[in-house]
């Protein structure tokens, strides 16, 4: 394992925004044990408009069946293999110079809460972007379905980051929170010096996910670019105790959620029973906004520690409003840059796929039972 590998890996996360891809340089060093990762290159893809609208339309169950669900499966693994293809050949790798993609495909249903059928319980999590499909037609090995195994062992099937955030995030001396904001934020909690026994993580609530739905609703925008529109809006407050009555924030871990919970139903639902129709949509952002600066920074003063350095990553870094807002609620945290700390904030995620498929090809657990509530640690994903 000490011979430096490339591998590829493929995210596309609850905004819904597009493919990051990113390929790295992975190895295990022989005589410390200790795992590097270098990220060589990094793209984002957005989606065609066609394959948007239709991911959109099944993950928000809006006039879609099996077939669109069937057909999204397949489309989506092309699109996965236009973004290999033209990462390759932008660094000029040929197939077999790729030891593997790891793909987490999309989530269209996160549904880990057992239910009981015909006597047996078990939850459930379903990914799309055929991996069969990817690899033939990217020529290349693909290692997919990471969260079935856990799930299958009785866990949440998320977060996966942590064990990529333990191994390339933690600090011998100083305690670490490890904070993606993507659709979803999650928390990695990395005491000084930890073992991954040690690790503890969760999802916090919506990252990006409410703020774009009502960017999109009342803007036409994808995104509220640099956090403007919340900015000039003021906080509006009965529509902010509604929301703060959420029980999964304040649920303890282990928890993870998505679109199952936090979409357009949600929004809608909040619009008709806790928002004055003449205010300005600036303060429904703003008010959007600070919920989830607050939620992210309640989760981490009921179980974290709100002292420890704040390492953040993903798109929400870059709303300067919602990290403004942050900041005020946690005061005494260092707030750093993951990309400070050699992991470039933006590519992250795409990261950690590649590291999982270096794991899974190597025979090594991908979960941390602490952090999913799994029973036992297992190696994630199928090889296609």
Same mark, same amino acid.
């Given at each position: 394992?000490?011979?430096?590998?490339?591998?590829?890996?493929?995210?596309?996360?609850?905004?819904?925004?597009?493919?990051?891809?990113?390929?790295?340089?992975?190895?295990?060093?022989?005589? #410390?044990?200790?795992?590097?990762?270098?990220?060589?290159?990094?793209?984002? #893809?957005?989606?065609?408009?066609?394959?948007?609208?239709?991911?959109?339309?099944?993950?928000?169950?809006?006039?879609?069946?099996?077939?669109?669900?069937?057909?999204?499966?397949?489309?989506?693994?092309?699109?996965?293999?236009?973004? #290999?293809?033209?990462?390759?050949?932008?660094?000029?790798?040929?197939?077999?110079?790729?030891?593997?993609?790891?793909?987490?495909?999309?989530?269209?249903?996160?549904?880990?809460?057992?239910?009981?059928?015909?006597?047996?319980?078990?939850?459930?999590?379903?990914?799309?972007?055929?991996?069969?499909?990817?690899?033939?037609?990217?020529?290349?090995?693909?290692?997919?379905?990471?969260?079935?195994?856990?799930?299958?062992?009785?866990?949440?099937?998320?977060?996966?980051?942590?064990?990529?955030?333990?191994?390339?995030?933690?600090?011998?001396?100083?305690?670490?929170?490890?904070?993606?904001?993507?659709?979803?934020?999650?928390?990695?909690?990395?005491?000084?010096?930890?073992?991954?026994?040690?690790?503890?993580?969760?999802?916090?609530?919506?990252?990006?996910?409410?703020?774009?739905?009502?960017?999109?609703?009342?803007?036409?925008?994808?995104?509220?670019?640099?956090?403007?529109?919340?900015?000039?809006?003021?906080?509006?407050?009965?529509?902010?105790?509604?929301?703060?009555?959420?029980?999964?924030?304040?649920?303890?871990?282990?928890?993870?959620?998505?679109?199952?919970?936090?979409?357009?139903?949600?929004?809608?639902?909040?619009?008709?029973?806790?928002?004055?129709?003449?205010?300005?949509?600036?303060?429904?952002?703003?008010?959007?906004?600070?919920?989830?600066?607050?939620?992210?920074?309640e989760n981490i003063r009921q179980f974290a520690d709100p002292r420890a350095r704040l390492i953040v990553s993903g798109g929400g870094l870059h709303n300067s409003c919602l990290m403004q807002m942050l900041s005020g609620e946690l005061p005494e945290a260092e707030i750093v840059d993951s990309s400070a700390c050699g992991i470039p904030s933006d590519a992250k995620e795409a990261m950690c796929f590649a590291y999982l498929a270096w794991r899974t090809l190597h025979g090594l657990p991908g979960n941390i039972p602490s952090v999913t509530g799994a029973d036992k640690a297992v190696?994630?994903?199928?090889?296609?």
């Amino acid at each position: 394992m000490d011979t430096a590998q490339l591998f590829i890996g493929l995210m596309s996360g609850t905004s819904q925004d597009g493919i990051d891809a990113a390929l790295c340089r992975v190895r295990r060093d022989g005589d #410390t044990g200790a795992d590097h990762i270098e990220l060589v290159d990094y793209s984002c #893809t957005s989606y065609e408009p066609d394959l948007a609208y239709l991911l959109r339309a099944v993950v928000a169950e809006e006039n879609t069946g099996l077939d669109d669900i069937s057909y999204l499966h397949t489309h989506l693994a092309l699109a996965f293999a236009s973004c #290999t293809a033209e990462i390759c050949s932008r660094n000029n790798l040929k197939a077999a110079d790729i030891a593997a993609v790891g793909s987490h495909g999309h989530t269209v249903r996160h549904a880990p809460t057992p239910r009981s059928l015909d006597g047996r319980s078990l939850g459930a999590t379903l990914q799309l972007g055929c991996p069969s499909t990817l690899a033939q037609h990217s020529g290349l090995r693909v290692v997919a379905d990471f969260r079935a195994a856990d799930v299958a062992r009785g866990g949440q099937g998320a977060p996966l980051v942590p064990i990529f955030d333990h191994a390339f995030l933690r600090d011998q001396d100083v305690d670490v929170c490890a904070l993606n904001i993507g659709g979803i934020a999650n928390c990695t909690i990395l005491p000084g010096g930890c073992a991954p026994g040690d690790v503890r993580a969760f999802d916090t609530g919506p990252g990006n996910v409410l703020i774009d739905l009502a960017a999109r609703r009342f803007f036409g925008k994808r995104y509220d670019s640099g956090g403007a529109y919340a900015a000039a809006g003021i906080l509006a407050p009965h529509l902010l105790a509604a929301l703060q009555r959420e029980p999964f924030i304040a649920a303890p871990p282990p928890k993870s959620t998505g679109r199952e919970l936090f979409n357009d139903g949600y929004l809608n639902k909040l619009l008709e029973t806790s928002w004055q129709g003449s205010r300005a949509a600036e303060d429904l952002l703003h008010t959007l906004t600070y919920f989830t600066a607050w939620s992210i920074a309640e989760n981490i003063r009921q179980f974290a520690d709100p002292r420890a350095r704040l390492i953040v990553s993903g798109g929400g870094l870059h709303n300067s409003c919602l990290m403004q807002m942050l900041s005020g609620e946690l005061p005494e945290a260092e707030i750093v840059d993951s990309s400070a700390c050699g992991i470039p904030s933006d590519a992250k995620e795409a990261m950690c796929f590649a590291y999982l498929a270096w794991r899974t090809l190597h025979g090594l657990p991908g979960n941390i039972p602490s952090v999913t509530g799994a029973d036992k640690a297992v190696v994630l994903g199928g090889v296609y």
